[in-house]
């Protein structure tokens, strides 16, 4: 008897948990809905919309050299750095532009990349009328609009009510001969929801919009490689703090004051700069290096005391169009190295204490001393 009450109870727990999933699924799905709406309200119909998306990405009869919008100004994210600006990124930037605006920037384009790469593109001002219609509903919702899910709602509903049934079926009525059946059933069903519950709960906590991996292609290769740029004078506090910092865009003004086009990006990126210094507004950079709270690192130790390249531990960076991590930042990648490196102590004011060292060595009795000699491999010296 005490066994049917706790699967009994069993049941009303689930069935209680499915309608309080259904009731969020359901939730979300109704606010995206929603927001697919607004897009409408803003003067362009749903039809206007899907033809600009349509013209953008070529599909309707219309030929410039071959190409549509989308052959340069990609939809998705790519793999490799794409110098063209994203749809994203003008959707976003004429979002709040006239168009008018819009129109001059193809029609009449200023600049050697921009009149080279838009020449004798000719469109009708009903389709780029459409097309603006489809980018200003991009900058909105996201490239890729959520669609409402009624019908995986009712799905996930009709699952449901297989559940419900398989566990009646093989607690109390075992009616059916054989019992894999409901139990196949059971797991599929289970097996379905769970996939769903799954990717709601993912989208729930991620942002819709597309996020380009920097919100200005700053390319290292070009600067420290290319024009030779030393790296200190953007990360100049590297030789003397903790941190190797960020530069602000005031400083990328020193020189973009007077370069304002880039041979690969045309203006495009530059123009992001003098916009973020005129409207103050902070460029938020993603972050690559991260060590974990509890350790302690500095740069000032290791460049201005150890007088390491940067290269050593941050790879060849003046070869880089995209920053990437290079050293795994593990405690056995520094822990290693203390033991292999040898201690600069010549020409080095900061050793001045370590003056029997300093002794033995011009005596010849030490020949090196590496860092982990002089205690950099000590816990409290990385962990607080
Ligand atoms: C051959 C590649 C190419 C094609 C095709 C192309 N573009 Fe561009 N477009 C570019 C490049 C490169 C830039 C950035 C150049 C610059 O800013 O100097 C750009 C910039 C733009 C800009 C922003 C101008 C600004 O700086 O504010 C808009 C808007 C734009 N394109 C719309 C379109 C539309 C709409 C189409 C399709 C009809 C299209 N482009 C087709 C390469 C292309
Ligand atoms: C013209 C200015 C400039 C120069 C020169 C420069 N950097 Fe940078 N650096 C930046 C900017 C801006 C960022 C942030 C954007 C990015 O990550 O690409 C950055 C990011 C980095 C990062 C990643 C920081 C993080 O964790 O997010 C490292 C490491 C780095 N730079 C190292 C170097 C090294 C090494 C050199 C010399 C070879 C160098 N940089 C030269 C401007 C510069
Ligand atoms: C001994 C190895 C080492 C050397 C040498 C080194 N770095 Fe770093 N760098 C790191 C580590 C580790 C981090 C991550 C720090 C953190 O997360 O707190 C980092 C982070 C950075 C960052 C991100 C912002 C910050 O300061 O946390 C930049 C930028 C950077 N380094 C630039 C440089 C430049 C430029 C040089 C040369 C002048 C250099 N680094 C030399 C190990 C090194
Ligand atoms: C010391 C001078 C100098 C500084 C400082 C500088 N740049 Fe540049 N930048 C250049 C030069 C030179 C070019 C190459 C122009 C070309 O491609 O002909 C360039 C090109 C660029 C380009 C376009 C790349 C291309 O080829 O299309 C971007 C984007 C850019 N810089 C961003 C930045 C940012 C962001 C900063 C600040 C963190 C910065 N720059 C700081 C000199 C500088
Ligand atoms: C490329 C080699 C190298 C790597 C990688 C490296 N270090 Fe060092 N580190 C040194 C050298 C050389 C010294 C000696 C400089 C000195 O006398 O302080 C040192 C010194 C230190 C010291 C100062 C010890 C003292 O004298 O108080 C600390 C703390 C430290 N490192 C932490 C770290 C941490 C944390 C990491 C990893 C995230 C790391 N190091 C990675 C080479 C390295
Ligand atoms: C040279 C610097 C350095 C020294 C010395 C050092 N650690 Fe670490 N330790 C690190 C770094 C960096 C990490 C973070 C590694 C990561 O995130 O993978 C770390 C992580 C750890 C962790 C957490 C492991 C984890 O998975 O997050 C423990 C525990 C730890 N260290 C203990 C110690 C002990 C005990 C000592 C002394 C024997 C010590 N460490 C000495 C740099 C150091």
């Known amino acids: 008897m005490k066994l049917t009450t706790l699967v009994k109870s069993l049941i009303r727990l689930y069935l209680l948990a499915s309608f309080f999933t259904l009731f969020l699924v359901f939730h979300f799905s109704v606010i995206s809905f929603a927001n697919n709406q607004n897009s409408l309200i803003d ?32 939809i998705m994210a790519t793999d490799t750095l794409n110098w063209n600006p994203s749809a994203m990124a003008i959707a976003v930037k004429y979002s709040s532009l006239d168009f008018e605006s819009f129109q001059a920037s193809i029609e009449q384009p200023v600049g050697n990349m921009l009149s080279k790469v838009h020449a004798g593109i000719n469109i009708e001002e009903k389709d780029l009328k459409a097309v603006k219609a489809y980018l200003d509903n991009m900058a909105m919702v996201g490239p890729k609009p959520v669609k409402p899910s009624i019908n995986n709602i009712l799905i996930f509903l009709f699952f449901g009510v ?3 049934w398989a566990l009646l079926e093989l607690i109390f009525f075992r009616k059916i001969k054989y ?6 059933v059971l797991l599929a069903s289970l097996g379905y929801q769970g ?14 919009g597309y996020a380009p991996d920097q919100p200005i292609k700053f390319s290292h290769k070009i600067h420290a490689g290319d024009n030779k740029i030393h790296c200190k004078y953007c990360h100049h506090t590297a030789e003397s703090s903790k941190s190797a910092g960020i530069p602000a865009m005031n400083l990328c003004m020193n020189c973009h004051v007077i370069v304002r086009e880039g041979s690969h990006s ?3 990126e530059i123009a992001k700069i003098v916009d973020a210094v005129e409207n103050k507004k902070p460029v938020e950079w993603v972050r690559l290096h991260n060590l974990p709270d509890h350790v ?3 740069h000032a130790q290791h460049v201005g005391v150890a007088k390491l390249d940067c290269q050593k531990c941050h790879g060849p960076v003046e070869e880089m169009n995209i ?26 004011s900061y050793y001045e204490s370590y003056a029997k060292m300093h002794e033995e060595m011009e005596t010849g009795n030490l020949k090196a001393v590496k860092a982990a000699d002089i205690g950099a491999n000590e816990c409290m010296r990385c962990h607080y």
């Open 266 to 268: 045309g203006k495009f």
């Open 179 to 184: 019992p894999f059946i409901p139990v196949v």
């Open 296 to 298: 302690f690192f500095s």
């Open 195 to 208: 996939k769903v519950i799954n990717e709601e709960a993912i989208k729930l906590g991620r942002s819709q």
């Open 323 to 348: 920053m990437r991590q290079y050293s795994d930042l593990s405690m056995g990648w520094c822990v290693n190295c203390h033991r292999e490196t040898d201690v600069k102590f010549k020409e080095n």
């Open 43 to 74: 003067g362009h119909s749903h039809d206007e919309i899907k033809r600009g998306e349509r013209f953008f990405k070529g599909l309707l009869p219309f030929n410039f050299k071959g190409q549509s919008c989308v052959s340069c100004h990609n």
């Open 162 to 164: 297989l559940i419900t």
